[in-house]
Structure formats: C-alpha cells, structure tokens
C-alpha cells in the first residue's frame, strides 16, 4: 500500500484564508492577485496592483497602507478596511555574547517558536523554524523533546524574515542610494521543526524571500535542512530549488534508528538512493551533511571511514558540529582532538568537513538549543536518556 501524503495530517493547521481581514503576507502573487480581484479591485488592475502592494511589503518593509504612495488614497482606505500585513509578534529577545541573536516570537493561538540570527564577517544567517514543536524526537535535539504542536503558515514563516530585518534595521527606503550589503544574507531552514513536513508552507515562503522584486534572496542562499523524509527530496529541488542539507549523525542504521528516529521509516540506503537521485545534486551545489559530534557514539575512526564509504557518487560536504549540550541533554560533546581526527580523515578522502563553530550557547541559541519557553518541560537527565534507549 502507498505511503499516505507526507505533509497532510490532523497538525496542519487549514490553508484557507482565515475569518476576518486578510493578512497579506504569505499569499503567493497569484494567491495575492485572487484576493484583490475578491474584494473589489478590477481584474485589469490587479496584475500592476499585486506588483506594486508586493514591493511596498517586501522591498521597502511597509505595514501601512497609507504609507503606500503611489496608490490613490482612496485604494487605499479600501484595502484598510479588508487585509492587514501582520508579521509574528516578539515576545522577548536575547543576545550572546558572540553577537548572536534570539527571538522568541508569539504566532496565531499563542504558540510561540525561537528564531536565531548569526552574524558573520562575510554573512548574516537566520535560523528559521517551521514548526511548533517538532514530531522527529532527535534523541540529541532540545526541540526534539517538544511535541509538534502545529504548522507554521507561509505567512508565519516569511513573518520571521521580516521581523528579523525590522530588528536588524535592514529595509531600504524608498528613493535612497541602493546599498548591497546585506546584514541578513542567508536563510537556513534548521530552526524548530522538519521543514518537509510542511513542505507547501515552507515552499510559498521561500519563493516570496527569492522574489526579485521583494527580499530579493539568491536561491543559493537558502538552505533546507531535513532529517531525511526521503519522497519530498526530489520536490524541493524541483519546486524550491535551494540548497539541500541533511541531518545525518551516524553511519550504521542501528545508531541512526536511535539518533534520527525517522531512520526507521526511511534508511541509509533509502536516503542514500534519494540524495544521489537529487535534480541539483553537482559538484557546483553539493549537499551538506550534517553530522553532530557525541562522544563515545558516533565519533570513531571507523564511524568516518564508513562515512567516506556511504558518501561516494554524491557531491557532498560534511559539516561536523559539536554537540551543544543542553539541560537533561543525554550525550557529552566528543573532544576537540577527537573532532578534529575525525574531520581529517573526511577531508583526506576529498569532502570539505569544517568543524562548526558553536554560536550562542550562552542563550540556548546554538544547533540542537531552540525550544519554546512555555514548551520547555524540564524533564530530568534520567528520563531524557530513558527515552533515548541508552539506559538498561
């Protein structure tokens, strides 16, 4: 019997637009196009209407209709009275001594997910979440100890975006001199949740922030990360066309089953078929695999050869990233000098294995970290590595 849809279940909160004012952010153009015709604007118009309320929006960070100029005045009260622009509301916000920022943002229901910037020399990250929750309970993985509560919507998604360029002080304003540097440069989809789990949402965010009449993001410069949910790999390649990150960890089915227990749907071998079947799969666009260093589990020599072994046929990079402990956290980070033998020999075979700097540990923003405030149930170290399977 077929799999059912991977990313319909009873937690995906409806795709209708919801009772009362229309937010605007999240529609797609043809879906923006659609609600203006809808509530009044002519079908001739609409095309030039959706192209100019999209720049005032995504362009220029504009949430006031009456700030939009180049609408008559009387457009725009009726647009007042029908759609909102509304971005997620900022609960609280943190900062690391490392430069880096943590956002705890309240969405519809009063759910909230935690969003991280990282600044570089050379670039600006955001770590955007996709979810409430997380349902992939990565036994390594904070958020993983956080039941899936629902999908984010488009709007919540590319809402991160937009609350982290407000924060940041990054929108253009009109007429001023084009400045290139961009402190928010980079997207990775690595935040709360599995992003293919929620793939449409995730899809119709990331196409507005690629628009190149908006946030205007190389596609090259969005990153998806996902644990391996193996029949939407090919979809983001052909309808995102991002770059592709998976979060591996371990190079035997029998750790994996317990690491990533998604493994137990979908294996190595499956996985493995998947990633060298990938439409954007080249040297030019490798994938990254992710894999977080535990001490004692998945750190040997051996774990890296075999690592070499799976990697071949696919241009790949391995990123190796060590364990970011938090509280009641199950593993101990591997040493650096075991890190670094292990990272040797990846890169003697030939794949790029830089060794991730840990950022924002001090804030719970580091990989692994994010997890809801009013989620955060504190359970003790005991039961945490009960549920693992590492106690008898």
């Not at 253009?172 to 961009?182: H, I, L, Q, S, W």
């Not at 979060?247 to 060298?276: M, Q």
Request: with cysteine; glycine share 6%; proline share 5%.
């Amino acid at each position: 019997m077929a799999d059912a849809p991977i990313t319909q279940d009873v937690l995906t909160i409806p795709r209708k637009l919801p009772e009362g004012p229309v937010n605007l952010v999240g529609l797609t153009r043809p879906q923006l196009r659609e609600a203006l015709i809808a509530h009044g604007t002519p079908e001739k118009q609409a095309k030039m209407r959706v192209g100019q309320i999209w720049q005032w929006i995504y362009q220029w960070g504009v949430r006031d209709f009456d700030a939009m100029t180049n609408l008559s005045k009387l457009y725009r009260a009726q647009l007042a009275e029908t759609f909102v622009i509304e971005i997620p509301e900022v609960v609280s916000k943190q900062v690391s001594v490392d430069g880096t920022r943590k956002w705890l943002v309240r969405i519809a229901g009063g759910h909230e997910v935690e969003v991280v910037y990282i600044p570089e020399e050379d670039r600006g990250t955001l770590c955007v979440s996709s979810q409430v929750g997380c349902t992939l309970t990565c036994s390594f993985c904070h958020t993983g100890t956080q039941k899936l509560v629902r999908n984010l919507t488009s709007a919540e998604i590319v809402g991160q975006v937009m609350m982290a360029r407000d924060d940041l002080g990054e929108w253009p304003v009109p007429g001023a001199p084009k400045d290139e540097t961009r402190l928010l440069s980079n997207i990775v989809l690595m935040g709360m949740g599995e992003p293919l789990y929620n793939f449409e949402n995730v899809r119709d965010a990331m196409k507005i922030c690629m628009d190149e009449e908006g946030i205007q993001l190389s596609r090259r410069r969005i990153t998806l990360s996902t644990s391996g949910v193996v029949p939407e790999i090919a979809r983001t390649a052909d309808e995102i066309g991002c770059q592709l990150a998976v979060s591996f960890h371990a190079t035997t089915d029998a750790v994996r089953d317990t690491l990533v227990p998604i493994n137990k749907r979908w294996n190595i071998e499956t996985l493995l078929a998947a990633l060298k079947a990938y439409p954007r799969g080249r040297n030019s666009e490798r994938i990254t695999f992710e894999y977080v260093m535990l001490d004692g589990v998945n750190d040997t020599d051996a774990d890296a050869h075999r690592l070499v072994a799976l990697l071949d046929g696919i241009p790949a990079k391995v990123n190796l990233i060590p364990f970011n402990e938090w509280p009641g956290a199950p593993y101990k980070r591997s040493s650096n000098n075991r890190i670094r033998a292990f990272a040797n020999i990846i890169y003697q075979a030939g794949y790029a294995s830089p060794i991730r700097t840990p950022r924002g540990e001090d804030i719970l923003a580091a990989c692994g970290q994010l997890k809801s405030a009013t989620e955060r149930a504190r359970k003790s170290r005991k039961q945490i590595a009960a549920e693992a399977g590492l106690t008898s």
